[in-house]
């Protein structure tokens, strides 16, 4: 099993489309900007492994996704914050890039995980006074 290159190229083309939307509001770049970025974000996708891709490529595009806006938001909360280049921001040798909100997202991640356990937590404690109150 393999990920096929056309299905990497899809991918590869809507995230694009998305963190070019998001991040960078449609502005023009050249043809090289363009190819070069999209060569980034398909380092991204090439790197899950085959026997998983399948199942787990619409969960990296959401990721992907979610850490765009996670930068968006980054920025937009300082007038001197900015999105550098794409082919800059997107190459995962810049911390301070795409690379950069992979802590952001798992920190994300942990906190959305410990949230759900104390609400599955306290619902269980919920549950088990009324059942001790239905059982007396």
């Given amino acids: ?4 290159p056309a299905t990497i190229k899809l991918f590869t083309d809507a995230t694009w ?3 070019h939307s998001v991040l960078l509001n449609d502005q023009p770049f050249s043809n090289a900007e363009t190819a070069l970025s999209k060569h980034y974000i398909s380092e991204y996708y090439e790197a899950i492994p085959a026997e998983q891709f399948t199942k787990t490529v619409s969960a990296h595009f959401s990721a992907y996704c979610q850490r ?4 968006r938001k980054y920025v937009d909360r300082s007038p001197y914050r900015y999105i550098p280049r794409p082919y800059i921001w997107l190459d995962r040798r810049n911390p ?3 690379a950069g909100t992979k802590k952001w997202y798992e920190r994300m991640w942990r906190r959305r995980f410990l949230q759900r356990i104390i ?8 549950f088990s006074k009324f059942s001790d109150c239905v059982n007396f």
């Fill in 1 to 4: 099993m393999y990920a096929h």
């Fill in 17 to 19: 489309q998305f963190a």
């Fill in 68 to 71: 765009v806006l996670m930068a």
């Fill in 96 to 98: 301070k890039g795409f």
């Fill in 119 to 126: 609400a599955e937590a306290r619902l269980e404690m919920q």
